[in-house]
């Protein structure tokens, strides 16, 4: 027998092989071929769960791709506003020497995480739909019928199981999705020159300051601005977000055994006129060998430009859409109602923390993040109420869960503070170390590390203080070498020391600047809600009313709120819940207003003035 069929035999030899009554060896059944219906049920649970898991991987690699996008244009767009407006106050060299201080970085944490909380949304339609797509072409390479109503079936791809499982490991042994500039987009070139001519017509003939070497100060310190926006967005994972979507793929998807079925339903027709209008694009004829959506990008700008269009909302079940009727709202006012009732609840529970009531503020905390799921910071005040009341295990769940969409200081120390009182102190010790990466002046947590490393081993002590005893000369190097020590001390290792600038540093560099967000009064929040111009507004529980009919003019052509067919609600009942939503969002932002005084804030990146910290 053939050496590679040696392992037959081995098996059969040990019984491996059961024989039938009539002597002939007995076929073990394949289940994902093999039509019975214990095997069918058990192999269309792997197919599902397979499907899903696709989904999900390519869809965070989708959210990582057309962010990446997003901050290409945040930075060729915004950025050259932006270091007009710190220019203005800090002369030409500002913020080449400042680009990588704490208030612009935080400001750019505020800004990405308002954006990240749209990826659900504005990615999840998309990037389901291209999988759908690999799907069909992979069913059509393998002549596979589709029906041109119902689309792809599940039950069909069974006997390529296999191969579905192979496209699936490869998806698994690809690096974590990660932000990172398309490599098929151009140089900042354009934003610089439209920098450096708005520089030149209105500050470079009115200031001394302003000589005729501005041009290379604001050229460096755009470049490094953009740096600190991408080192910022790295902080962020894209594996935390898009929560709707992910819930329905582990959740209400994997087990019921017809996620493909409703795919084809809702994606067939799609695919089906996109195609009849637009012929099947080159990158879709090969997109299923890995070289489409989800791995690198279909890199045609309709699908890449996806923050700046309106898409419709796929977060919503069909029954949540008020039995039927139809919702007309856009993504950007869904949001902006669903983070002005998290923001109230929010609110409150700041209000109980500070009366000392922290079980209320709990509560609280935990409402706002069942509103809004896709910002961390409710997850950190839900943490620090936790702390309060001892329970540690809740607080390093909370801070857990809120780490693993920003990799933020606060977050990394309230846990390291619950792991050090479970008794977890190696665990808190890795939190404490991981703030010195992201912030290695940051005192707290370098004397909290301290309290709970070992002390110094007294054969370290002479070397300490030989070398003391060796920089006394210079206080400076007795710093430095003392810096050294702790940071050893620490294990955190030395901090790279910035570059040196080319050109020297003014006075008006070393200003200290800040960045204030800009609040929207409760009682008209973002452009949207308020008492007298009436908008369509849509709640977290499908509730709906509309406004009047300019506003709905006006966003024509916009994305549109997921739907069901219109079916049998008359007017009077529309207009009951009209009422009702609107007097409910009245009451919300009546008691935001005069209780509280809460002016709600909804950072972005036109939403905000620099002014002189001094």
């Known amino acids: 027998m053939p050496a590679k069929y040696s392992h037959i035999k081995k098996r059969s030899a040990a019984g491996a092989l059961k024989k039938s009554p009539n002597g002939k060896q007995a076929r073990t059944p394949d289940p994902h071929v093999d039509r019975g219906i214990s095997q069918a049920m058990t192999a269309v649970s792997q197919l599902e769960r397979a499907i899903a898991r696709i989904l999900l991987i390519r869809y965070e690699q989708d959210i990582a791709r057309l962010f990446s996008t997003r901050l290409y244009s945040i930075a060729l767009v915004h950025l050259p506003t932006f270091v007009m407006r710190c220019v203005a106050l800090g002369g030409p060299g500002w913020v080449a020497h400042n680009a990588d201080a704490d208030e612009i970085k935080d400001f750019f944490r505020a800004a990405i995480s308002m954006d990240m909380r749209q990826a659900g949304e504005r990615v999840a339609t998309k990037s389901v739909l291209w999988s759908y797509t690999a799907l069909r072409h992979f069913a059509l390479s393998n002549n596979i019928p589709i029906c041109k109503k119902r689309g792809l079936h599940s039950m069909r791809l069974l006997p390529h199981y296999p191969a579905l499982k ?15 500039k398309p490599p098929h987009l151009g140089s900042l070139q354009e934003g610089q020159v439209a920098l450096e001519e708005a520089c030149a017509l209105k500050y470079a003939a009115r200031a001394p300051e302003w000589a005729d070497d501005w041009r290379p100060k604001v050229r460096l310190g755009y470049e490094k601005l953009a740096q ?26 994997c087990d019921c055994g017809c996620s493909t079925d409703h795919l084809g339903e809702v994606c067939e027709r799609t695919v089906r006129e996109d195609e009849a209008e637009s012929g099947v694009r080159l990158g879709k004829q090969r997109e299923w060998d890995g070289r489409g959506s989800g791995v690198y990008g279909w890199e045609t700008e309709e699908e890449e430009d996806i923050w700046e269009i309106g898409l419709d909302f796929g977060g919503m079940e069909p029954d949540e859409c008020d039995d039927g009727v139809e919702s007309e709202m856009t993504i ?283």
């Open 166 to 180: 192979a496209h699936l490991d490869l998806l698994e042994s690809m690096p974590a999705p990660a932000f990172a």
């Open 228 to 253: 600190t926006l991408w080192r910022v967005a790295r902080e962020f994972d894209v594996r935390g977000y898009g929560m709707v979507l992910r819930e329905k793929l582990t959740s209400k998807w």
């Open 332 to 614: 950007g006012e869904l949001m902006e109602w669903r983070y002005i009732k998290a923001e109230r609840e929010k609110e409150e529970g700041n209000i109980a923390f500070r009366k000392g009531d922290y079980t209320l503020a709990v509560k609280h905390y935990e409402a706002a993040y069942q509103i809004e799921p896709e910002l961390p910071h409710y997850q950190l005040n839900l943490a620090a109420a936790h702390l309060k009341l001892s329970n540690w295990m809740e607080a390093e769940a909370a801070c857990t869960k809120a780490l693993s969409q920003h990799r933020s200081g606060k977050g990394y120390f309230r846990r390291a503070r619950a792991r050090k009182m479970i008794g977890r102190t190696d665990e808190a010790i890795r939190d404490l170390r991981a703030i010195l990466k992201l912030q290695p002046t940051n005192a707290e947590a370098i004397q909290e590390l301290l309290s709970l490393l070992p002390p110094p081993s007294p054969s370290s002590s002479p070397k300490m203080s030989a070398s003391s005893h060796a920089a006394a000369d210079s206080s400076h190097a007795a710093a430095a070498a003392a810096t050294a020590e702790l940071h050893e001390r620490l294990g955190i290792g030395k901090p790279k020391q910035p570059k040196s600038l080319p050109f020297s540093s003014t006075r008006l560099d070393g200003r200290r600047l800040k960045v204030v967000h800009v609040p929207i009064a409760a009682d008209a929040p973002l452009g949207l809600c308020h008492h007298h111009a009436h908008a369509h507004v849509h709640d977290c529980d499908g509730h709906h009313w509309h406004g009047d009919e300019k506003e709905r003019d006006r966003d024509k052509g916009k994305g549109r709120g997921t739907s069901a067919a219109a079916a049998g609600i008359g007017s009077a009942t529309r207009r009951e819940k009209e009422q009702e939503l609107e007097a409910e969002m009245l009451k919300v932002l009546e008691a935001m207003r005069v209780d509280s005084g809460l002016s709600v804030t909804a950072p972005g990146w036109d939403r905000y003035v620099v002014r002189r910290a001094d």
